[in-house]
């Protein structure tokens, strides 16, 4: 005769499972949101989605340099992102106030996710200072303006170099999610990257399809730069003038060391809160009003 089964030792043997089914669960959900055992395909999505030049840039990412008088605006674009996101930006200024603009493309980007993997802040930031030294050859005065990482960098260069009116566009110091900073502390080497659902963090869909970047987020470098990253967020921005806009509906960083930024900046300075536009508000619903402060502080 077969044994009977009570219902407590069916019980039991759920209550051993439940933890492997915990574990599966986590791991499935890594794996569908990230580079989890998948590190080696992090370039697939971009090759089939974007069109490349022959030099192995994602055609419309290149830099961008509008010639004008000798009044200058650097402006950086931010992490996994491309000069793409200053396109309105950086026409709206010259044409506003004839201002030479220059946006450089940051080592690693607009090329291939793998790519980026491979840099970290000092490339970065190296890349920054030389487009500036290059503009300080012709420019009587530099403006700079950041987005995102961007704007971090540009706090870090303000400390050795001049600038006139120094813009921050949603500086990154820290991300919102606590869990997602803690990802990136702890965990990049094993998750590797997110996979995006949207390029870029912008409600307005026209800044979308504007917007051309990665479509897998690279975690490693930000792992790699996280000490140069934080010893930026402790400085306080040195310029003549200092412009900070956030959008208070950011979906991707947290507002609070912005507002310290501006806080602790002692000379001229403006501060502004947008309520339509996601993190890359330079492609977004108040992309005028962003281009409107920026050209009134050349």
């Known amino acids: 005769m077969k044994k009977e089964v009570s219902r407590k030792d069916v019980y039991k043997k759920l209550l051993l499972l439940l933890p492997l089914i915990a574990i599966f669960a986590v791991l499935s959900y890594f794996y569908n949101v990230s580079g989890f055992l998948q590190g080696g395909i992090i370039d697939e999505r971009d090759l089939q989605w974007w069109e490349y030049t022959e030099n ?25 992102s491309t000069p793409t996101e200053f396109s309105y930006i950086s026409k709206a200024i010259n044409e506003e106030t004839n201002a030479t603009v220059s946006v450089p493309l940051i080592k690693g980007h607009g090329t291939k996710a793998s790519e980026l993997q491979k ?34 960098i540009l706090i870090k260069l303000s400390q050795e170099k001049n600038i006139e009116t120094l813009a921050l566009l949603a500086p990154y110091t820290e991300a919102k999610r606590k869990i997602d900073q803690w990802l990136v502390n702890n965990a990049a080497g094993v998750l590797h990257y997110v996979k995006k659902k949207r390029t870029g963090s912008i409600n307005d869909p026209e800044g979308q399809k504007q917007h051309k970047t990665y479509w897998n987020f690279p975690m490693v470098p930000l792992q790699k730069s996280r000490e140069e990253i934080e010893n930026a967020g402790a400085l306080t921005p040195r310029a003549r ?58």
């Open 56 to 80: 192995g840039i994602i055609k419309g990412t290149e830099s961008i340099y509008i010639q004008g008088a000798k009044n200058c605006w650097l402006l950086v674009h931010g992490y996994g």
């Open 241 to 298: 003038k200092l412009v900070v806009i956030i959008s208070n509906n950011d979906t991707v960083i947290n507002n609070e060391p912005a507002k310290k930024f501006y806080e602790n900046f002692m000379g001229t300075k403006v501060f502004v809160a947008l309520n339509n536009s996601d993190h890359v508000m330079s492609l977004d619903y108040e992309k005028g009003k962003v281009a409107e402060i920026l050209s009134e502080n050349t």
């Open 119 to 152: 840099t970290e802040w000092k490339d970065w930031y190296d890349d920054v200072k030389k487009e500036y030294e290059k503009l300080e050859k012709n420019c009587t005065t530099i403006n700079a303006g950041g987005s995102s990482m961007g704007a971090t």
